[in-house]
């Protein structure tokens, strides 16, 4: 069992390849979760060494999905961003800049006899005896030379090109960075038995390693990146919310002792710990998802729920910028406790951020009948002679315009509702009024009616 007091030190190591896998997403966070429990220290390192596929936009997918899952990094090199405060505005670690260090470590090699050219390239000799491999999540590992490295065990740490490999790399900012924990995917299993030759050849002790198992599609088949759900950014895109997707990746593949699912962030950083991750690969459950995040938007804070919401409005297209704070906070208020995800948000309150509503062909034959619309148009007189357009009022006159019509509410409220919203559902028909406010109130309603603007005082 490792020591909690020595100083943990983990990191996220993923190569920039524009896309955040979920896989990738789950790995970065047990390794937050295992250094918040342990007070220890999380490291974010691009393995971006191979300089052909990345980019700076790739490393901006990484580092925009950690910050939406709410994953701070705690090191790194300082870089200037005038925009962001606080954590995470320094680091990540680029192995592109570190290729001095591999040159070094690799001459250390050379002269230690651990290393020699080859054909161009630099080589490693490899231990010959199998290694045993201790880890924490798979247990203890015999890995025995495969038939074609008994024949050849030593590996390139240096191409002909220059360039440097990805185990040398891997490894030697793992000793660099004094990382004490390697937690990583199971696809990695089969590199370790050279990582830790590695280490041995560099005369330090291997990391612990924790290899979590992969994720799989509901039906049990490998996970592969056009899946769907593969990409964090999905969940973005459906209006998920974080909290609740990082609970769901939290599940996957790690169980809190009484079972629970639901767990706030704060309470799995206690709980967390590295045996409890699943040996068994874990399956998507998209409707666990689903669930959770209904769970969260219900019971979130109003600032969280304008901030989120804001974002998601946003991401559907509608420039929010143009509106004033007050407004966007007001709009939202008529939302909450209504809707399940964000993703929801823009068809349910898109109608407050656009100059005019689209009525549905279909809709406003069926919801503005002549009948409807003589009604609307009282309703809408009515409405231009309020002088305080505020919900309570605006209920009272709806009500008194029904009882003056002989008619229900409804009447009303479902073709004032149409013309002001362009929805059959939506917030509480009063409240949006009120949010809207009057002159766009009567301006809908005369659209509605057929009424050219500015005719009809
Ligand atoms: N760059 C490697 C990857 O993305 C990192 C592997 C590791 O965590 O050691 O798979």
Same mark, same amino acid.
């Given at each position: ?63 925009? &999905? ?17 925009? &962001? ?150 969940? =973005? ?13 939290? =599940? ?201 603007? &500015?005719?009809?005082?």
């Amino acid at each position: 069992m490792e020591d909690k007091h020595t100083n943990v030190r983990v990191r996220f190591a993923p190569s920039p390849t524009g896309f955040l896998h979920i896989g990738g997403a789950r790995t970065a966070l047990f390794n937050w979760l295992y250094a918040r429990h342990t007070g220890g220290t999380f490291v974010l390192r691009i393995e971006d060494t191979d300089a052909a596929r990345n980019s700076q936009e790739a490393t901006e997918v990484i580092l925009s &999905g950690l910050r939406w899952l709410g994953l701070d990094w705690d090191e790194g090199p300082v870089t200037p961003d005038p925009a &962001g405060a606080g954590k995470g505005d320094f680091g990540p670690y680029f192995q592109s800049q570190r290729g001095a260090i591999y040159q070094r470590r690799v001459r250390e090699l050379k002269e230690k006899g651990l290393a020699y050219d080859s054909e161009g390239a630099v080589k490693f000799k490899m231990e010959r005896q199998p290694i045993l491999i201790h880890d924490l999540v798979v247990g203890d590992v015999r890995r025995e030379l495969t038939d074609r490295e008994q024949a050849d065990p030593d590996f390139v740490l240096i191409r002909s090109d220059g360039q440097p490999v990805f185990h040398l790399v891997n490894v030697v900012d793992d000793l660099e960075m004094r990382i004490t924990h390697v937690i990583r995917g199971e696809d990695h299993l089969s590199n370790t038995a050279k990582h830790i030759a590695l280490f041995r050849a560099f005369g330090v002790e291997p990391p612990n390693y924790a290899h979590i198992p992969l994720i799989l599609n509901p039906d049990g088949t490998k996970m592969s990146k056009r899946d769907r759900g593969a990409s964090l950014q999905s969940y =973005l895109d459906d209006g998920s919310t974080p909290e609740a997707v990082a609970n769901y990746l939290c =599940l996957l593949g790690w169980s809190p002792k009484e079972n629970r699912e639901k767990m706030p962030m704060a309470e799995t950083v206690k709980l967390f710990d590295l045996p409890q991750i699943l040996r068994h690969n874990a399956r998507f459950d998209i409707a666990k998802l689903q669930w959770l995040d209904g769970e969260y938007i219900r019971e979130m804070g109003e600032e969280r729920f304008f901030q989120l919401g804001a974002a998601a409005l946003q991401r559907s297209g509608y420039k929010l910028d143009a509106f004033p704070p007050n407004y966007i906070a007001a709009a939202l208020a008529t939302c909450k406790g209504k809707i399940k995800r964000f993703g929801d948000l823009g068809p349910y309150a898109g109608f407050y951020f656009v100059d005019a509503v689209n009525i549905d062909p279909a809709d406003r034959a069926r919801e503005f009948t002549a009948e409807s619309l003589a009604r609307l148009q009282k309703l809408r007189d009515a409405f231009a002679s309020l002088t305080a357009f505020a919900a309570p009022e605006i209920e009272k006159t709806l009500k008194a315009v029904a009882l003056e019509l002989g008619v229900k509410a409804g009447a009303l409220v479902h073709p004032a509702r149409m013309a002001c919203t362009g929805a059959a559902a939506g917030p509480s028909l009063y409240h949006l009024l009120e949010v809207l406010g009057r002159e766009p109130v009567l301006k809908r309603m005369d659209a509605a009616l057929g009424t050219p603007p &500015g005719k009809n005082p």
